[in-house]
């Protein structure tokens, strides 16, 4: 019996002791991802890339007064509904301060029309690329770590110009994603002297494309650029135009440089094929996210993951600035990120909360670039074009 009273007495003490003392609340962040849809095999890297960053900040004594980050997942589907319906949730019911993603330029505007700028919550998307974000009265809430399709799609135009393609048929998912990019493409290439033999928007889905392939063949291309996403419908488009032998070559936007096309066609199939992608600008701080990620089991060449990174990295340091303020979160993105103060690196979270708490300005000098956002919230970046090497792609040459 004795034993038993001072076992309740016990349980009672302990129970005391933590109602005066409560647990310390996680201070959590959205990442809304396209874990089903058109870039499901894409997301998983992008996803892991943004906890690497939460991982190593709570390694390193986390948020605030020892709080951890917590990285609170969520499948916006890569649609815009699906972008809002995940919005909802983690604002909503999950409470969170500030939210990376969506990764698809439709769930972005939605998501952040409907749920984040009325809320006033900082939204960061690492790969939402349409032109159309720039555009946002947004109340400086919506940022992105990966440049605009403008800037892609006008590169990419250049790059094929000076590299002899001077005749293409261009095929698009007409969604905001395909639109952006593909008007960003025409303007400069014709503006570069080349000739546009065919220019089609089509809808995401159908099982057939090849009345739609046979069309823009018909211009005379011998060379098809498909702005589409490689785990869906552009994966069809590309295989029924080499199954019927509509074009010789075959250009992608980023959505394209995806591992499906080669485990589904075969590399031996795709000699022919190059597509282009936001490669991180060649630094010490690229170089630490790689050995970083790499120690953590992930690839630093998968697309996307250092903007993922990034966009992680600076949420975590812009939630320490604002002491927790989810309405000054926007503006503390911008003063950790400027150009101005002690430079921060990847995965420097001690260094950058000593700094921090010591009134001392930090610049993040992010795996894909500096970040110094412009009144839009976009950045500059640098893109690459890539070929299909083996399993995987490989660099061909940079885009200019």
């Not at 000054?328 to 990847?346: F, M, Q, T, Y």
Request: hydrophobic share 45%; with cysteine; charged share 20%.
């Amino acid at each position: 019996m004795k034993s038993k009273f001072l076992a309740i007495a016990g349980g009672l003490l302990a129970a005391t002791a933590l109602t005066a003392a409560p647990a310390k609340a996680d201070v959590k962040i959205g990442l809304l991802g396209g874990v089903s849809g058109p870039i499901a095999a894409m997301a998983p890297a992008m996803i892991d890339a943004a906890q690497l960053a939460f991982q190593q900040v709570n390694e390193q004594g986390g948020v605030l007064a020892g709080e951890n980050l917590v990285g609170v997942v969520g499948d916006s589907a890569c649609n815009p509904q699906g972008g809002t319906d995940a919005a909802t949730k983690a604002v909503n019911i999950e409470g969170v301060s500030a939210i990376v993603g969506p990764h698809c330029s439709g769930a972005v505007l939605a998501a952040a029309g409907s749920v984040t700028i009325p809320a006033g919550i900082a939204l960061v998307t690492p790969s939402g690329t349409s032109p159309e974000i720039t555009g946002l009265a947004d109340n400086d809430t919506v940022f992105r770590t990966v440049p605009s399709d403008d800037y892609q799609g006008r590169a990419l135009a250049r790059t094929l110009k000076a590299q002899g393609y001077d005749k293409v048929a261009v095929a698009y998912v007409n969604n905001d994603y395909g639109t952006g990019l593909a008007n960003a493409f025409k303007a400069e290439y014709e503006a570069q002297g080349g000739e546009i033999a065919g220019f089609a928007a089509h809808e995401d889905g159908k099982a057939s494309y090849r009345s739609n392939l046979a069309e823009l063949a018909n211009g005379g291309a011998d060379t098809l650029v498909i702005f589409d996403y490689g785990d869906g419908t552009g994966l069809t488009i590309l295989r029924q135009a080499l199954e019927n032998g509509f074009f010789e070559k075959f250009v992608g936007g980023d959505g394209m440089k995806s591992d499906a096309p080669i485990k589904e066609l075969g590399a031996e199939n795709l000699a022919t094929f190059v597509a282009s992608s936001p490669v991180g600008e060649k630094s010490d701080a690229l170089d630490v996210f790689n050995t970083a990620f790499k120690a953590a089991g992930g690839d630093p060449d998968a697309i996307f993951v250092t903007t993922s990174y990034d966009a992680a990295f600076l949420l975590a340091l812009a939630v320490e600035k604002a002491g927790g303020d989810k309405a000054k979160i926007p503006a503390a993105l911008r003063e950790v990120s400027n150009g101005e103060g002690e430079a921060i690196l990847p995965g420097e979270w001690a260094k950058a909360k000593e700094l921090i708490a010591a009134g001392t300005a930090i610049d993040y000098k992010g795996a894909a670039g500096d970040h110094n956002f412009d009144a839009a919230g976009d950045v500059p970046g640098t893109y690459a074009l890539f070929k299909v090497s083996g399993e995987g792609f490989e660099v061909m040459s940079e885009m200019k």
